[in-house]
């Protein structure tokens, strides 16, 4: 695998990831409006998924995008951590959600800036998807953090337990360092400035306290994840692994 | 959840009336824009939205139907029928 594929793949990865958790809410969605948003933001994640995947595919020029997302195992998915985690209540996915979405704006933001042209093209076509999913995972935060006493303890207990996941946002490896010296990649380091800012300005709105900065969660660009992506996969990879060959 | 109706009209091209196609529940008008957003523009329908609380919608009642709209029926002169249409002319 050449550096950009791998480099692909933890976008592709951490779409995907999250694309499957979030597929999870269908049908069991707070009310069939948010039921239906919920499997939308999805269906989005999904579709970005594919066309980083397809790209990866391309570059390869063996494995097709369906053996990317199907037949590799746990440790070769490069999906930031934060995906992983599982929905619990309706806040926790909103929180959830609320920070990867700002993350995923910033990120996109400057990987629209890529050299690499298709990549710059993915993330102008993502971005606007991105947009509207923040629009709606901050206006949830707002009005479950200024809503009732219950709404505002849950979602403040949500944010303090997923807050240790975003570290892995902003950090920079060699792979990262070598992306970016190519004008391939973004640095993720410069991110953290706005993403604290944005998240600030909403969770000002939601009278939300924001946790400190404490020990934060890693492994993921390595390929370590914690135990509940062997779950995941067994859900999302079981059909294509036991009928090889099943056709829709 | 507890929650208000909301009726939404979509327009579905810059310059046409907008439709009514359904409604939404939702909390307040933001959330209701979303909501119609996410239930009935998924495939490319709209160019703008609009919601209305159903409360605020004044509607006639079927009571109503015979004196509204019955009297108009019998009297043909209301209707430019009369009229010969030239060749060529559409969607009149």
């Not at chain 1, 909403?202 to 934060?216: F, Q, S, V």
């Not at chain 2, 439709?19 to 909501?35: I, S």
Request: charged fraction near 30%; include cysteine.
């Amino acid at each position: 695998m050449t550096d950009i594929e791998k480099y692909i793949l933890r976008i592709a990865d951490t779409t995907l990831i999250l694309s499957q958790r979030l597929s999870e809410w269908c049908s069991k969605g707070p009310s069939l409006e948010e039921d239906i948003a919920l499997s939308n933001i999805s269906l989005d994640l999904l579709g970005q998924a594919n066309g980083l995947l397809e790209y990866v595919s391309k570059l390869n020029g063996e494995i097709s995008p369906d053996e990317y997302a199907f037949k590799r195992d746990e440790r070769e998915f490069y999906n930031f951590q934060i995906c992983e985690i599982e929905n619990g209540h309706f806040g926790d996915t909103i929180i959830r959600q609320f920070l990867i979405d700002i993350y995923f704006k910033l990120y996109y933001q400057e990987l629209e800036k890529s050299k690499d042209e298709t990549l710059s093209a993915l993330a102008t076509k993502s971005l606007k998807e991105v947009s509207y999913h923040l629009r709606h995972s901050s206006n949830w935060v707002i009005r479950l953090g200024d809503g009732t006493q219950e709404s505002k303890d849950k979602i403040q207990k949500s944010l303090n337990n997923i807050w240790k996941y975003t570290g892995e946002f902003f950090e920079m490896d060699e792979l990262d360092k070598k992306m970016l010296k190519e004008k391939i990649g973004v640095n993720n380091k410069t991110l953290k400035k706005d993403w604290d800012k944005l998240v600030d300005e909403t969770l000002i709105k939601a009278k939300l306290k924001r946790p400190e900065d404490g020990y934060m969660m890693t492994g993921s660009r390595k390929g370590i994840h914690t135990e509940m992506l062997g779950k995941i996969l067994s859900e999302m990879q079981y059909l294509p692994r036991a009928y090889p060959d099943a056709k829709w | 959840m507890e929650a208000t109706i909301w009726e939404v009209f979509i327009q579905s091209k810059n310059g046409l009336a907008h439709k009514h196609v359904g409604n939404v529940h939702a909390e307040d008008k933001e959330m209701a824009l979303q909501n119609a957003r996410d239930l009935y523009t998924r495939r490319n329908e709209g160019s703008c939205i609009w919601v209305v609380k159903s409360e605020h919608i004044v509607s006639s009642v079927p009571e109503d139907e015979e004196s509204f709209f019955d009297p108009s029926n019998d009297k043909v002169y209301r209707h430019p029928t009369f009229y010969k249409m030239p060749d060529g002319s559409k969607h009149i």
